[in-house]
């Protein structure tokens, strides 16, 4: 089997956690497939999901693995991702805001353990198999707004609910720990 060429890609407004740095760039040595890595800096998270996903396409990448700029994961996680040999997987974390509010929604919550079926996930720490925008068309990433214009779902489970349209499953290890930083005035 061949083996993945995988980029990590980067989306961010103006700065990375060095937690985060060290996260990617141990991911990278222990997996020994990643090629390239994409940043976009910004403040228009669907465009920049959008360039770094085109980007990747245009380079022939296999897989895409998003890293937001403020998440924090063990070394081994992208190529346990890699490994269940899944088109969109991801992972179980929360937002940053109490009361804790997760990013992911399980189709079936009595069955979300180990390793289950999501109706979406967050992309701070996804990896997707780049062959599922063979069947998509953008835009893969926006803001679905009510009728006040005020957003009502993420570009995160925009991509996702898409991604299930087009017959791709979307799925979440919840056996990897993800930290989502943030600050704390105190």
């Not at 103006?14 to 020994?32: L, Q, V, Y």
């Not at 920049?48 to 937001?68: C, N, P, S």
């Not at 509010?101 to 009595?110: A, N, S």
């Not at 679905?144 to 979307?170: L, M, Y």
């Amino acid at each position: 089997m061949k083996k993945p060429d995988v980029a990590i890609g980067i989306a961010c407004q103006e700065f990375m956690h060095s937690r985060t740095a060290a996260s990617i760039s141990f991911n990278i040595i222990n997996s020994g497939v990643v090629s390239d890595v994409y940043m976009r800096q910004g403040s228009d998270i669907t465009s920049a999901r959008t360039w770094i996903v085109q980007k990747a396409l245009d380079e022939g990448k296999t897989h895409l693995l998003f890293v937001d700029s403020d998440m924090v994961f063990p070394p081994d996680t992208l190529q346990r991702l890699l490994d269940h040999k899944k088109a969109i997987v991801g992972t179980e974390y929360f937002m940053r805001k109490f009361p804790k509010t997760p990013t992911f929604k399980p189709l079936d919550p009595e069955k979300a353990v180990g390793m289950y079926k999501a109706d979406y996930c967050g992309t701070g720490l996804l990896l997707i198999d780049l062959k599922i925008f063979e069947s998509m068309t953008k835009p893969w990433f926006l803001f679905g707004r009510g009728s006040d214009g005020q957003p009502v779902i993420g570009e995160d489970a925009w991509f996702c609910k898409t991604a299930r349209d087009n017959g791709h499953d979307v799925w979440i290890d919840a056996q990897v720990p993800v930290g989502h930083l943030g600050y704390f005035q105190f």
